[in-house]
Structures are given as C-alpha cells and as structure tokens.
C-alpha cells in the first residue's frame, strides 16, 4: 500500500478541512454571531428607552412649567372635574384638562385651550390616572387640606404618568407629582 510522504512540517497531505472541522467552526461562528446581534439589540433597546425617557422628562417639565406660570398669575379657578380646571388669567378663561375621549386628536394628552383658540398639547401619552388636586391655605391643627370648593382654593396640583412605547420594546414610563402651585392674586374664603 502507498502512503503519501508527509509533507514539511508535519501536517497533514492535502490542503482541505475535514467535516468535523467545518461543523465545529460553523457552530463557533453562528453563536459569536448571535451575541453580537443579542448585543446589538440591547443597546438599541437601551437607546430608544433612554431617549424616550429624556423626552419625556423635557415634555413634562415644560407642561408642568406653563401650568404653574399661569397658576400664579391666576386671579380665579374654577374647577370643573377631577381632571379639568379653568383658571382665569387677565379676566379670561384658560382651560388646562386631560383629553379622555379616543376619538379626539389630543387623545390622553395634558393640554391648554384659551378662549376661542385650538388646545395646546403639553403633555402627550398619559394615562387615565391623571387628575387634579386643590388645597386650602395650611392652617395649624388641621390634617386635611383639601379644599372642597372653588371660593377656598389656593393651591393647585398635579398627578400623571407619561408612557412612551414601541413594537421593538417594552417601554418606557416616568410618573410625576408636581409640586403645589399657589393661585397669588386669587382672594380665598377660609
């Protein structure tokens, strides 16, 4: 029987890769594949959530900020429900409310309607749980202060959970509880 001579250095005759060989490499390479992808998802995931969490946090501040500016500068409120107030500012009506109605275009929105004008969106892709809350000036010995109607209120806030998502992720939320906004030039009856 012939026997080819090895060739120099020992290797082996030919220059080809056995199946065991390719079977094991395509292996190695599919799963260093398939970490990278997993990787690669990750961080896009991590992205997009980052991002909409720094949207939403500018969004809310801004709305919340123009909430408050014409809080203060409020000479009356009247407060229709749990989730809708007019504030009068300069002797005319500014409405601030969350739109629940899904066939309105600022469908779960936190907006601004003044007068005879189109709403305002400051805060898009809340949740039904957002409401308004009214407080009395504080008086010593007293726990609650809530106020039950519009002549004793003088304090404005604001509940609400923002939330942002997508088919590639699973989203991302960010809940607020703004700070009490004082109505300055409105008289109260206490």
């Known amino acids: 029987m012939f026997v080819p001579a090895a060739p120099p250095g020992g290797g082996r005759p030919g220059k080809a890769f056995t199946l065991a060989e390719v ?14 992808f997993s990787a690669f998802l990750f961080l ?6 980052s991002s909409s969490y720094s949207e939403m946090e500018a969004e809310m501040r ?7 500016r014409d809080t203060r500068n409020a000479t009356d409120v009247r407060w229709n429900d749990s989730q809708s107030l007019t504030l009068t500012l300069n002797g005319a009506p500014v409405a601030y409310a969350y739109d629940s109605d ?3 275009a600022t469908y779960r929105s936190f907006y601004r309607a003044e007068g005879g004008q189109p ?14 809350r009214r407080y009395k000036l504080e008086q010593p010995g007293v726990a609650d202060n809530s106020a039950n109607n519009d002549s004793e209120t003088k304090l ?3 509940t609400l959970r923002a939330a942002r998502t997508n088919a590639a992720t ?21």
């Open 102 to 104: 899904p066939a309105s």
């Open 62 to 68: 801004r709305g919340l900020d123009a909430f408050a």
């Open 119 to 132: 709403r305002t969106v400051l805060i898009r892709g809340l949740t039904p749980d957002f409401a308004f």
């Open 156 to 158: 404005l806030q604001l």
């Open 23 to 36: 079977l094991i490499a395509s292996t190695l390479s599919t799963l260093v594949l398939a970490a990278v």
């Open 170 to 190: 699973t989203g991302a939320s960010n809940s607020a509880v703004s700070a009490r906004y004082m109505l300055r030039n409105k008289r109260v009856a206490n």
């Open 44 to 49: 896009a995931r991590t992205g997009f959530r």
